[in-house]
């Protein structure tokens, strides 16, 4: 146990004291913030296979909260709880308390499909539908059924200006997206997520798949986007949370181990687990 | 040699050469591109066979006039030459006979003869012979001599009659199409008429007899009206038609074979003749492509073994249509279920190996089954729920175009199950959680994203049906192929798909003109040509549908493929 972290130094089986540390950051960047998240116990197993263990924590409100740890330790898996994406998998069972705004998603008389549009996600690899530009971005207000030409031209606009792609696009919004490249296709699937107007943006390693100058485009669209939205991200990359998030979430084998301050965790982790994979002795 | 010895390679060393080569794979590769290039040799040679013996049978070739040592002359197209087995004396000088198309079946009995060489005095290739294709017994090769119209002679000699014959036979052409007009367009309208006035008739007697009580004979006497001047018009019409064939029929020529025989031919029955040792190359190709036109659009005749296919093309397209029609949205909708709804376990793995079991099941099984459950059970109730007033002919409860589709349709829906299966495994998972996270439902992300997705591999399973369906004959043959059709299953008259009609199908025309034909020597060639055609619509069929997918896939194109 280091004793220079006494806040977040609670024994890990004393869930009481944990709770309290670690939701309840002593000071949040914006102090109006609500909380836009909140897990309690969550808990949840593939079938015999137990993947999350107890996360407890509150997302701010128009923040970006980075979660990192090594890969297989459940982060996105609890991104996926988020929107309820872990229903599409087989054998999935979630049991604890996962509230967006004041609603439970796991009761049993939430819409799932309400959810997800109050929780839009990116994901890793950038998946445009093999469709034109502008139907992939009006793609999930067609599905809510607007058919308005001049809604629909307005939320597209809209959306890939704030995706910071209009100008690249503007022109040729008829060409298929599969056409753009690797780091245009993601802003697209931004452009798509966000013109449903959600809440929360869920973004699972958005840049893994991307080259540098694409990453720090897509970075510094996470920051403008926080104006509007919350947006969780779940990345491998520790320069990359540092530099775009605000809080920070380690998680280790299912575990939320540490979770604070983005600063504070990478300068003065609580956990001995937080300072060795942050310093890279493992992971 | 000493610092190799210094330096072994494991393994190398020891290794006889032919182990090593086996090792190297080097036989594998001869063995699989061995494997291909028999594959590949073998369609193609049968291709080629087809395509040879299938085109060269519309060729004008020249006529040989043999006259042999016993006096005998014949005359005829050569169609092949070959040596005569002799086992009892093999040192001897091989001998040699050829086969003549004689034509002539009416006098000469066969249509064919082989002659020895040996036997032949002399031989030639007479200008003035002509190659006649007529009505009945095949071609006649002979010259004309006289040409009469009742009592009164037109031309007399070889030159003179040979000349009037090409405007005879554009009149005789004239004169089959005018009666066909008048029996089949204005009689067979009369009929029509005639026969549904009948089944009305009939519906009111059936209706008296149910309700006693009610009074038919306004109606009947409205009907009965109608029918009196029906059968009236059909009797102007038939006096109309006795007309235009006696007028035609006048007309004879008198034709003298190699042999000297006379045979008089009515001009009406005259179809094409030709010159064939005068003719330049540009005058037979001329008559290699109208034959040819003839063959596609063309009705047949003489028991299918001459004449045109049209009706098996036609009927071969539109079943091919139809099951495709019936297979694919069904084929589609149960990969839908299997794939995307059911829970993947037991049950859905016994139905897969079910479905993948059906595709192996002999399609004559398939047939029978048509025969039982759709003719017999739906057909038939069909019938008496809402054509009874036509039985005890049955309308649908007999073979027809539409039990024949059904039946294929049964047939190749485990290949479109099977296709369509794979097709949307092969959809990325992540375009559908694209989907999902923009709040899309299951039915809306397959509906528009994974359906659309999975098209061209759908269409991969249409071709593979299409295939199979268009070169199916037996269960056809119980479920409404018949050998000549009188009526298309698309006509003029309402409703204009006729899918209780039988039909015609070049698969079984195969059949029948090489297997069942009176004469399958001279149909022989028949086959070819109809073998070539059924080849080339399959493959036509399947170009427009891999037309269709290519450009699917290119619309559809995701990074994941």
Not at chain 1, 7 to 20: C, F, N
Not at chain 1, 155 to 181: F, I, M, Q, T, Y
Not at chain 2, 406 to 421: G, K
Request: with cysteine.
């Amino acid at each position: 146990m280091p004793p220079h972290a006494p806040a977040l130094a609670a024994p890990p089986d004393s869930k009481d004291v944990r709770i309290h540390t670690a939701v309840r950051p002593r000071d949040t960047p914006r102090e109006a913030a609500l909380n836009a998240i909140e897990l309690r116990e969550v808990n949840l197993s593939y079938g015999e296979n137990h993947v999350l263990h107890d996360i407890t924590m509150d997302i701010g409100e128009k923040q970006v909260t980075a979660f990192i740890g090594p890969s297989g330790c459940g982060k996105s898996t609890l991104l996926r709880c988020l929107n309820r994406m872990n229903d599409l998998i087989d054998g999935v069972r979630v049991s604890g308390g996962v509230k967006v705004k004041g609603q439970d998603l796991y009761a049993p008389d939430t819409d799932v499909i309400e959810v997800r549009r109050r929780v839009g996600m990116v994901f890793q690899k950038s998946n445009p539908f093999p469709k034109s530009i502008y139907e992939n971005v009006v793609y999930g207000l067609r599905i809510a059924g607007i058919r308005d030409r001049s809604t629909l031209d307005e939320a597209c606009e809209r959306s890939l200006r704030a995706a910071a792609l209009w100008d690249e696009v503007k022109d040729r919004l008829d060409e298929s997206g599969l056409s753009l490249s690797g780091g245009q296709q993601q802003r697209l699937c931004i452009a798509r997520a966000i013109a449903v107007e959600p809440e929360i943006v869920l973004m699972d390693e958005p840049c893994s798949a991307l080259d540098p100058i694409a990453t720090l485009k897509i970075e510094e669209l996470i920051y403008s986007l926080k104006e509007r939205y919350t947006i969780v991200t779940v990345t491998h990359n520790l320069q990359q949370a540092a530099r775009v998030s605000d809080m920070t979430a380690f998680f280790w084998l299912g575990k939320l181990i540490e979770y604070g301050k983005t600063p504070e965790v990478f300068t003065r982790p609580g956990e001995k687990l937080t300072e060795d994979y942050i310093t890279g002795r493992f992971g | 040699m000493t610092g190799q010895r210094a330096t072994p390679r494991v393994g190398a060393t020891h290794a006889s050469p032919l182990r090593r080569l086996l090792q190297r794979g080097d036989p594998f590769v001869w063995l699989t591109g061995s494997a291909l290039g028999i594959c590949l040799l073998m369609i193609a040679g049968l291709v080629a066979i087809v395509l040879t013996k299938g085109l060269g049978f519309f060729w004008p070739g020249q006529l040989l006039q043999v006259a042999l040592t016993d006096g005998r002359v014949f005359l005829g197209e050569v169609v092949t030459r070959e040596t005569i087995p002799d086992p009892d004396r093999p040192d001897r000088r091989p001998r040699h006979r050829i086969q003549l198309h004689v034509g002539n079946r009416d006098l000469y009995g066969a249509d064919f003869k082989w002659i020895d060489e040996d036997d032949i005095a002399r031989s030639g290739y007479p200008l003035d012979a002509l190659y006649v294709e007529r009505r009945e017994y095949g071609p006649l090769l002979a010259t004309p001599q006289l040409v009469k119209r009742g009592e009164q002679t037109l031309a007399q000699g070889a030159g003179a009659a040979t000349q009037m014959l090409d405007g005879l036979v554009r009149q005789a052409a004239r004169d089959r199409q005018a009666i066909s007009q008048i029996e089949k367009g204005e009689i067979g309208a009369i009929n029509y008429e005639i026969e549904r006035l009948r089944l009305r008739t009939r519906r009111l007697e059936l209706l008296a007899a149910r309700e006693p009580g009610r009074d038919v004979s306004a109606a009947r006497a409205v009907i009965d009206q109608a029918a009196t001047t029906a059968q009236r018009r059909y009797q102007g019409k038939q006096q109309e038609l006795e007309g235009v064939v006696a007028a035609a029929s006048s007309t004879y020529v008198t034709f003298v074979t190699a042999e000297g025989a006379h045979k008089e031919l009515r001009a009406l029955d005259l179809f094409r003749a030709y010159a064939a040792n005068r003719l330049s190359w540009w005058a037979r190709a001329r008559i290699y492509f109208a034959r040819l036109w003839e063959f596609l659009s063309g009705e047949p005749r003489e028991s299918n073994t001459e004449g045109g296919v049209f009706p098996a093309i036609f009927g071969t397209v539109m079943m091919v249509i139809l099951m495709s029609l019936m297979a694919v949205p069904f084929g589609v909708v149960a990969a839908l279920y299997l794939r995307e709804y059911a829970r993947q376990g037991l049950l859905v793995r016994l139905v897969r190996i079910a479905v993948n079991n059906l595709a192996g099941v002999p399609s004559i099984v398939f047939g029978v089954f048509g025969l039982g459950f759709f003719i017999y059970t739906v057909g038939g109730s069909i019938d008496r729920w809402f054509f009874s007033e036509s039985l005890p002919t049955p309308t649908f409860g007999t073979g027809g175009i539409l039990w024949a589709s059904l039946t294929l349709a049964l047939l190749t829906v485990p290949v479109v199950i099977v296709a369509a299966e794979e097709a949307l495994a092969a959809v990325p998972r992540s375009m559908r959680e694209a989907s999902y996270a923009t709040g899309a439902t299951k039915f809306q992300t397959i509906l528009r994203v994974v359906l659309p997705a999975a098209a061209p591999g759908i269409l991969t399973g249409l071709i593979l049906a299409m295939a199979r369906g268009a070169g199916e004959v037996a269960p056809l043959m119980i479920t409404g192929v018949v050998k000549l059709a009188p009526e298309l299953p698309l006509d003029a008259h309402f409703p204009f798909f006729h899918l209780d009609r039988k039909f015609m199908h070049l698969g079984f025309h195969i059949y029948d003109v090489g297997f069942q034909s009176p004469n399958v020597e001279a149909a022989k060639p028949m086959v070819y040509a109809t073998t070539l055609l059924l080849l080339l619509i399959v493959v036509l069929l399947n170009l427009t549908a891999i037309l269709v997918r290519n450009r699917l896939r290119k619309k559809f194109q995701t990074s994941a493929f």
